[in-house]
């Protein structure tokens, strides 16, 4: 930068919050009130009067993620106690410090240090970090512009003397093939979604890094969808309204008590529960009159003769099954004769849904109708039907734990030995090697921010790491709109599976599951095989989503927080099997496979008792 800007980037890095005398060596003692660490206790400070012995040892990129590892010090003052070091990664634009990070103190090992040439009162001279910059900005990507990255160092002497140093990266060049790196960013939000690329070069003249981001695409998704919304809103309110109405006037058609009705709005076929559940019923000696409505989402349309079928069916049903967010009945009134069965598509309670997340980004309105009428709540254990109850709105006398009837199958052996040899037969890659399984959950508020940051996955480094033993495979959550984008030297090792539709099935033949806040860890949990929690945003999600447990004691696993502790797990078999029986028992009630049996007892009870009644 300028001589003149330099001096006022040097300027700018005096303590903010703090008023610079006339000799601008030294800075006022801070009042007693803003007294938050032994860096503020400091009786003088010293700025840029020395120049500190430094060097980058690392400087790796992986997609938008940075690792950065060196060393900083002062000759002549000693750095022995990790709590008087302090340092930050300065991201600069025109003399002004956009953000600053700090960096991991590192200690020193005396190996290292004599590799250095560093006595022992330097052993805290290292430091180490790793920096997402599709995320530095408030969480965000870096903001359109150039930038430059600088090393603060402050230390705290033994005569409570603060020294405050700002330097460049030095010549980071080595670190760049062909002396350029560069990558896309990505970010999505409920109203837009937006791409830069993001170029990394050395800066001869700076000597430091010299970052750039540049927007390549920004689009509206919330224009998109109020001018969709737009045209057929009223369109839309018709039919929700003809739909009510109609249904009202149905109600006072009797009941059919044989009639059962399935409805989903994220499902085209009778999977999941919905498949276990059927066949029940038709396992009865009794004969049921069936219907189905099924849609692959709540975006997809329906015609207006769907919508008077639906009415009819719905108010003339003895029970109506659903097994997912189902937004077009919750303004009906279920008659007083007739059963609304929730078989919720998620095992467990894990991460807080529903009413559980009111005043939450994404939650809900206290007045709002959603699910509040459902009679029935199926769910897999009584220790958790509290949870479901406040999440619904319902009370708790409604949710009923017979279990969950899509875990049926990993009770039933000859199942679980076909799916295994038809997985085989279509996929001959499985065999031969270990399977990790990566299903994590995505990140957004909901359906339409929905995404999942592949930039913490080090590709490079689970390929040359795991490739020789494992085979990677990615099961992405549907909501996720973002690619995956497998580079093409790893195309035997990382497999995409997203598409297919039953992940219980990938389970039997995974032998480690890698996920963080999905409830697939409760059916992984049945097979008693390791589970990995990489959960690089805990942190976050606590604060933002947060839990029905405490997370860090609840998961039945080692919780990885970076890809390379991720590895280093999987490498050294450091998982926690001795969390397995007990959380299995404490989400599952009984281990026997007869869910789907219970839960259709549970749903023909009343209506067995109904009929007795009649009788008498």
Known sequence: MKEREFLKFKLGTLFRKRSVQKNLDHVDEVSEEKLFSLFDKAEDVIVNKNIPERAITQFQWNESFLTIEGYMYIDGIPLQREDTVRRKLLIVQKGAIIKSIPLKNQRLNETKRKQLGLSEQYKWAGFYQEVNFSKVNSGKPLPQGNFHLYIELEILDENNIKYHETHTLGNINKFLKQDIYATKMEHFSAKKRVKYNFIVTYDEEEKTAHVSSHK????????????????????????????????????????KQKKITFASDSRTDLSGNFEFVYQEFLNREETFDFHFFLKESINTKKSIAEYIQMAYHFATSRHILIDDFYPIIYPLKIRKNADLVQLWHAVGAFKTFGYSRIGLPGGPSPTSKNHKNYTKVIVSSDHIRKHYAEGFGVDIENVISTGIPRTDFFFDELKKEEVRSRLYEEYPFLRGKKVILFAPTFR?????????????????????ELNDEYIFLFKIHPFVKNQINIPYQYSEFFYDFSDFREINELLLIADVLVTDYSSVCFEFAL???PMIFFSYDVDEYIRTRDFYYEYFSFIPGPLAKTCNELVSIVKNN?????KLDSFVHYFFDDLDGLSSKRVVDAILLEQNEDDEKEVL
């Open 527 to 529: 097979l008693q095989k």
């Open 216 to 255: 390549l695409q920004e689009i509206d998704q919330g224009a998109i969808e109020t001018t969709m919304k737009n045209e057929n809103r009223i369109i839309r309110k018709m039919k929700r309204a003809m739909f009510q109405i109609l249904y009202q006037l149905f109600c006072f058609l009797p009941v």
């Open 444 to 464: 957004g508020n909901g359906q339409q921010s929905a995404h999942y940051p592949f930039e913490v996955l080090n590709y490079d480094q689970l390929y040359q």
């Open 574 to 578: 450091q998982y926690e099997f001795e």
